[in-house]
Nanobody
Framework: QVQLVESGGGLVQAGGSLSVPCVAS????????MGWYRQAPGNQRELVAT???????NYADSVKGRFTIYRDNIKNTVYLQMNSLKLEDTAVYYC???????????????WGQGTQVTVSS
């Protein structure tokens, strides 16, 4: 089994900052691409940012220049640093990861349970 556990969500004022880590644990040989998605009430889940094992990053246009994704391959952890937060950033943020398990020839996709980020005016 592979578990992804997010933490660090909460309430923050507009213009503020928040950092959310996600730790992957369990029977893992290697983590490939990891990332963050978010879902606001009434909306579909959308990409926020992804990062490959080699640290190549991809961001949604709405967060470019404000959010930074980075990872620690030793700790199987991905982080999302969110700066200059806006009201529209309010959502449940989900961690995503591709994990190779022992004996598997391919990567499988895993999701965390989500952490609420609320931006207030």
């Amino acid at each position: 089994q592979v578990q992804l556990v997010e933490s660090g969500g909460g309430l923050v004022q507009a213009g503020g900052s928040l950092s959310v880590p996600c730790v992957a644990s369990g029977s893992i040989v290697r983590m490939n691409t990891m990332g963050w998605y978010r879902q606001a009430p009434g909306n579909q889940r959308e990409l926020v940012a992804t990062i490959t094992r080699g640290a190549n990053t991809n961001y949604a246009d709405s967060v470019k220049g404000r959010f930074t994704i980075y990872r620690d391959n030793i700790k199987n952890t991905v982080y999302l640093q969110m700066n200059s937060l806006k009201l529209e950033d309010t959502a449940v943020y989900y961690c995503y990861g591709q994990a190779a398990r022992p004996g598997a020839s391919t990567f499988s996709n895993y999701w965390g349970q989500g952490t609420q980020v609320t931006v207030s005016s």
